[in-house]
């Protein structure tokens, strides 16, 4: 057969590869953590949903809906979506298994979302995002709360230093309304300084004309009707509120009136954890309140507020400030080299090992070869020492001590002794 040519995986769709997933799975671990210390509980979400909840949702006129979305009939002819987002989904589900019914819920999710847009550095068409819900609670209270989360996390994860909040109110959607009528009342008599993509918002989605990057959008912005002048009484008692709770913990934070994000459904408060250290994708973590959502995907009344956390992002970031732990890495601690002959007592060893001592990572030689070309594999394993199971040992009932990092002379231990030189030496 002649050869096949390779097929490679989707652009902007990476593998993570085992060199990589110990600092994925110390990221997860730690977000885990700090959610369960919050009592956030975790809800396990399908990938796939109907196209109609992310419209309905998202938003039909957001970038994620009219051309980031991955789309197609499946093979019963009904239109369904990879997800691009959690929320959506996650108050799909909550709605649909009755857990917002006269009860608050605390839940985060975590896996891939999907978005086609231009690949570059912290952003991919399949990415990974953690992301957390709190349900059936009205006050500013919570938005607080998710706050000192992330925080809390950013602390733990040693990058505080290198994040900083912004916070915004969007008023009610009936708020946003008129601002939006307003902002394209002033935007239409100075079209001719709107770039082509600010032109095209000015029909699709004013409000993210906020967000341009274009240095002569944004001068012209300064001159523009400001949204914290058309939010209700209400909205500004929340953000007051939510402010003041920040101010007593002692949290830092900037308000950034421009601050919209690109999907409808939020209201009230908005967010956003940034970072200098990865260019134009400094957002690391972003979410907001979403009084009305739940509702307008069917269900009772029922506020929520939330956030996501981009993990791609996060693991640049722990990589650019080098703050992954080194008991994080998860280096192999023990190789064990055996003659053909005792390849089973080498096996059963090391699964006694195992037994004795769960946490220690222990690599079996297998598929035989010389000593020497045995050796070379244990050092290139990184592991710290080798045992070694010659005909001499297994005669005696011995076990060979080989030091890997260190100029030490290699040792022969009875079994019995090996429990006590392997506690003294991993204490140590
Ligand atoms: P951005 O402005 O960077 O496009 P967004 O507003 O579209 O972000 P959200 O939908 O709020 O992002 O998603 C929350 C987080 O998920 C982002 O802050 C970011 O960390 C991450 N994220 C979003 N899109 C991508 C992507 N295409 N690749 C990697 N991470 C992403
Ligand atoms: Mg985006």
């Known amino acids: 057969m002649s050869r096949q040519y390779k097929i490679q995986s989707l652009r902007g769709m990476h593998d993570i590869l085992p060199d990589q997933s110990s600092t994925w799975q110390y990221l997860e671990n730690t977000i885990a953590d700090v959610l369960a210390q919050y009592n956030y509980r975790q809800i396990r979400l399908p990938i796939v949903e109907q196209t109609e909840l992310f419209k309905r949702s998202v938003g039909e006129a957001t970038d994620i809906v009219e051309k980031e979305m991955y789309s197609f009939d499946d093979r019963n002819g009904d239109r369904v979506s990879l997800r691009p987002e959690g929320t959506a989904g996650c108050v799909r589900a909550s709605t649909q298994n009755g857990l917002l019914h006269n009860q608050t819920q605390r839940l985060w999710y975590s896996g891939p979302m999907f978005r086609h847009e231009r690949p570059q550095k912290g952003r991919q068409r399949q990415f990974h995002q953690v992301g957390v819900e709190a349900f059936g609670l009205l006050g500013p209270d919570v938005d607080a709360e998710l706050l000192l989360l992330t925080l809390r996390l950013w602390r733990t994860l040693k990058i505080e230093h290198a994040v900083k909040l912004q916070i915004n109110s969007l008023g009610s959607p009936n708020d946003r309304k008129n601002y939006r009528l307003a902002l394209v009342e002033f935007l239409e008599q100075h079209k001719d300084k709107l770039d082509d993509d600010s032109r095209r918002r000015l029909v699709t989605n004013p409000m993210r004309i906020l967000d341009s990057k274009n240095t002569d959008v944004q001068a012209l912005l300064d001159k523009a009707p400001n949204l914290a002048d058309f939010i209700d009484e209400d909205s500004r008692i929340h953000f007051k509120g939510l402010c003041s709770i920040l101010d007593s913990a002692g949290i830092n934070y900037e308000l950034n009136p ?158 019995d002794d090996l429990g006590n030189l392997l506690d003294k030496f991993f204490n140590d």
């Open 258 to 415: 421009r601050l919209v994000r690109g999907l409808d459904y939020y209201s009230k408060t908005v967010f956003e954890w940034i970072t200098s250290h990865l260019g134009t994708q400094g957002t690391i973590c972003a979410g907001g309140r979403y009084d009305g959502l739940v509702e307008q995907l069917g269900g009772r009344p029922c506020p929520g507020v939330g956030f996501a956390m981009g993990l791609e992002r996060l693991v640049l970031l722990l990589e650019d400030l080098k703050v992954v732990p080194n008991d994080a890495i998860g280096l192999v601690d023990i190789y064990i080299v055996a003659v053909d002959s005792a390849n089973t007592q080498a096996m059963i060893l090391a699964d006694d090992l195992r037994t004795e001592y769960p946490s220690m990572r222990i690599e079996s030689h297998c598929g035989g070869g010389s000593f020497k070309s045995q050796m070379k594999k244990a050092d290139k394993s990184g592991a710290t020492l080798a045992l070694v199971l010659g005909e001499d040992e297994v005669g005696s009932g011995t076990v060979g001590i080989k030091y890997l990092r260190k100029k030490d002379p290699q040792q022969t231990i009875t079994r």
